[in-house]
């Protein structure tokens, strides 16, 4: 196999790992509710995810950097979360629901990071773009967002355990394909982490991030209540994020051509700012149609912010500890700011409805912006 060839496991890792990620992104929302939760309970529940993995994440992400070995880790947690998935899309109540979900999240949320910080380090090995590895994600979450919201428009939105064991078990076969990292330096030891704990450029680096991620989070969380609020199907739920995610493989795909350009914390702010405009049309939209439309603005949002502060934090992590603090910016990207968009995002669908949230979703993305901004000014005078 050639070297670029060596690739393909890693390709297919991401494509089937995404693909049954789009059933907890896109239509677990829509299972809770279907379970009889609330749009608060459902922000309950979602928030357990983000929660989990402020640990989960920098555990796993430790335990790679500790062994040397991403593929070994990807296993044991593919392994994990095929048990607990299957216990976790079962349960019917909302004590048994938080319960188990602790243990889905345990094993699921370090798996996409791990990926990532897989794809970023064998793409500088090779000299290719990350992009174009991760573009692979992003097409299995397209394909598996519009094929499954199809099947469970058709079967039920109450199976949707069955079409995520079957991308699960994917991923399991494929882990034990993939070529692992190689670390010319030492084991890493906990008495490192101090390294990212005093790094007051990354933390604070993190810290701008947050308005913005909220928001991306919080329409990950709500989007697909929000298509039902304005009249729209479960199969509209899933038109919705092939779109956007299309527009995004197409970003991940052609950004090693012009991501050069710029400094990445331009490109953050470029990003910010048509997330805050974004948020703003959908506040104003009544049209579950134009909502779907207007999804093809994601790959310019989420794709080039998350390319962006992805290449841009890889500048501020130490080499031995790359796995780990690239877990450290996803329980950032995803984590905190998930806790903050399901749990402030289900508080204000519940009372104010969808419109008052991406109202407020613009406002922080708009302030985020300025924020990244700012912090970009600081670091070109210092």
Known sequence: MTDKGSLVPLKMLLFSFHGANTMVVSFLPLLLAYRGLTGQEVGWVLAV???????????????SDKYQTVRRILIIVTCGLLISSAVFFQMKTLILILISAIFFYFFVSPIGPLADSLAQRRASALGVSFGAIRTWG???????????GQLLDWIGIQYLAIPYLFMGTLVLIVSFRIVDVKVETAPVQLKDIHKL??????LIYLAVLLLVT???????????????????????????WFVGVASEAAVFAFAGKWFRKFHPLIFMT??????????L???????????VVLQVFHGLCFGVFYLASFQYVSRLIPVELQAT????FMTVFFGISGIIGSLGGGFII?????????????????????????????QRRA
Do not use: C
């Open 49 to 63: 995810g983000p929660t989990v993995s402020i640990f989960s994440q920098p555990f796993w992400g430790f335990m």
């Open 138 to 148: 992003s097409i299995g979450f397209a394909a598996s967002a519009l094929l499954v």
């Open 197 to 202: 704990i005093k790094n007051y450029r990354l």
């Open 214 to 240: 909220i928001t991306h989070r919080a329409n990950d969380s709500f989007i697909g209540l929000f298509i039902r609020e304005l009249g729209g199907r479960d199969r509209l739920v899933g038109w919705a």
């Open 270 to 279: 470029t990003a910010g700012l048509l997330f805050a405009g974004r948020w």
């Open 281 to 291: 049309l959908y506040g104003v939209v009544d049209s579950p149609s134009i909502i």
């Open 325 to 328: 603090g690239h877990l450290m």
């Open 350 to 378: 519940e009372q104010y409805g969808g419109h008052a949230l991406y109202f407020t979703m613009a406002a922080f993305a708009l302030v985020g912006s300025m924020l990244i901004m700012l912090y970009h000014m600081v």
